[in-house]
């Protein structure tokens, strides 16, 4: 698949059929993760992969009735992404931006690449990000300097998802300045 097509067709699956989904495959979409760009290549990120049915039922625990809770039992694997504090968007021990610590950010990107890499193999994934970071934590026994961002489920899709309305690009793209009409063709 070419990469604009993954991007554009790319959805947020939140019911998944029984099917398992190989070791091979997980493997290669942890090593999309692994090739994900960070703040000075520092690499922050940490996934813990979850099969185990009573651990997954304590994260739907801690998800709080949120609408993708079910894609957690439903999926052939959960995936939390977590971020080890402290380390990216620093320089010489103090960060280098106003906006602090970059775990986060480069979270994120690594968890794109993750649920890029999916699709590409036929499989669905949806971000779970409303969910009670402190309980999930000590469920997964994370030390103190490293934070649950996300749980992914993944899995094959049970049902197609359509895609959102999108904003047009002239509703938040800028020439020079903010305001100023960047021209779309």
Request: proline fraction near 4%.
């Amino acid at each position: 698949m070419e990469t604009m097509e993954c991007i554009l067709t790319r959805r947020s699956i939140r019911h998944f059929t029984a099917d398992k989904v190989s070791e091979e495959i997980i493997h290669e979409l942890l090593e999309a993760v692994r090739w994900a760009p960070s703040w000075a290549n520092t690499q922050t990120w940490e996934v813990v992969v979850v099969k185990d049915p009573d651990i997954r039922q304590q994260l739907v625990d801690a998800t709080n009735a949120n609408r993708a809770s079910q894609a957690i039992t439903e999926a052939a694997a959960v995936m939390v992404f977590c971020s080890r504090q402290g380390i990216a968007g620093t320089k010489n021990g103090t960060y280098a931006t106003i906006k602090g610590d970059w775990s986060m950010f480069d979270c994120a990107l690594a968890c794109q690449n993750f649920c890029l890499a999916a699709h590409n193999q036929g499989l669905g994934t949806v971000y779970i990000g409303r969910f009670d970071h402190e309980k999930v934590d000590a469920v997964l026994g994370l030390p103190e300097d490293i934070k649950s961002v996300v749980i992914i489920p993944l899995g094959y899709a049970a049902r197609e998802s359509k895609a959102p309305p999108r904003k047009s690009l002239n509703e938040f793209v800028h020439l020079d300045k903010f305001g100023q009409s960047y021209p779309i063709k």
